[in-house]
C-alpha cells in the first residue's frame, strides 16, 4: 500500500488547514485510515483514524471538536480537516493505513503498517 500526503503548510492561530491522503494498492475489502503527529521532541500522537466500512471514528482528547476525518472510498482518499488551530497542533502529520475491519481507536494507539511521508504543519502568529 501506498500512501501519498499533502495539505500541510503554515497557518496563523485560529486558522484552518485541511490534509489529504490519498492511497494505492489495497488488497483487502476494508481498512482503517488515520493521521498522527510527531511535533519536535515529543512522542508520536494519534490524531484521528476512520474505518472504510461504517463511519466508526476515533480523535484525540486534544483535537476533538477541532478537526474532522473523513474518507472517499470510491478515491481511497482520506482527509483531516483542522479548524481552530492551535501552536501545539504544531507536528509533522503522517498519514497511515492498515487493511483489514479494524478498531479505529486501537489502531491510534498502536500505529499501523503502512505509512506515508509526512507533512509539516505550523501553527504561529
Known amino acids: 500500500v501506498q500512501l501519498q500526503a499533502s495539505g500541510g503548510g503554515w497557518v496563523q492561530p485560529g486558522g484552518s488547514l485541511r490534509l489529504s491522503c490519498a492511497a494505492s494498492?489495497?488488497?483487502?475489502?476494508?481498512?482503517?485510515i488515520g493521521w498522527f503527529r510527531q511535533a519536535p521532541g515529543k512522542e508520536r500522537e494519534g490524531v484521528s483514524c476512520?474505518?472504510?466500512?461504517?463511519?466508526?471514528?476515533y480523535y484525540a482528547d486534544s483535537v476533538k471538536g477541532r478537526f474532522t476525518i473523513s474518507r472517499d472510498n470510491a478515491k481511497n482518499t482520506a482527509y483531516l480537516e483542522m479548524n481552530s488551530l492551535k501552536p501545539e497542533d504544531t507536528a509533522v502529520y503522517y498519514c497511515?493505513?492498515?487493511?483489514?475491519?479494524?478498531?479505529?481507536?486501537?489502531?491510534?494507539?498502536?500505529?499501523?503498517?503502512?505509512w506515508g511521508k509526512g507533512t509539516l504543519v505550523t501553527v504561529s502568529s
Open positions: 476512520i474505518t472504510s466500512s461504517v463511519d466508526m471514528t
Open positions: 497511515a493505513t492498515n487493511e483489514g475491519d479494524l478498531d479505529p481507536q486501537i489502531m491510534c494507539f498502536n500505529g499501523m503498517d503502512y
Open positions: 494498492g489495497f488488497t483487502a475489502d476494508y481498512y482503517v
